[in-house]
């Protein structure tokens, strides 16, 4: 059955870097817009980096713009979020998402998304 599946989530200490993963299975990544989404304590989910389904535009929330990286590889039916230079405040669940009928703008606007991951945690503590 068609599904995201997230990896590469943990511990990091301020400043380190961690590369989130979400493959695809049942269905072509390459007709979706695709997004990560962050659910810090107490906080709304957010849209934090989007990506067109070509990959040739990306949307980056002012939160982790600079340091946080959205790239896709279609032929994997795989796509990733480079995380450097960790602040505390990065801590949450993150999740990823598929979108058959979205534009890169409103693909980080939380709503119906064809498909989620489960969520990985990422948490950056000394």
């Known amino acids: 059955q068609s599904r995201l599946v997230e990896s590469g989530g943990g511990l990091v200490q301020p400043g380190g870097s961690l590369r989130l993963s979400c493959a695809a299975s049942?269905?072509?990544?390459?007709?979706?817009?695709i997004g990560w989404f962050r659910q810090a304590p107490g906080k709304e989910r957010e849209g934090i980096s989007c990506?067109?389904?070509?990959?040739?535009?990306?949307y980056y929330a002012d939160s982790v713009k600079g340091r946080f990286t959205i790239s896709r590889d279609n032929a994997k039916n795989t796509f990733y979020l480079q995380m450097n230079s960790l602040k505390p405040e990065d801590t949450g669940v993150y999740y990823c998402?598929?979108?058959?009928?979205?534009?890169?703008?409103?693909?980080?606007?939380?709503?119906?998304?064809?498909?989620w991951g489960q969520g990985t945690q990422v948490t950056v503590s000394s």
């Open positions: 049942g269905f072509t990544l390459g007709y979706y817009a």
């Open positions: 990506i067109s389904r070509r990959g040739g535009d990306t």
């Open positions: 998402a598929a979108d058959f009928f979205a534009t890169l703008q409103n693909m980080c606007n939380t709503g119906p998304h064809n498909y």
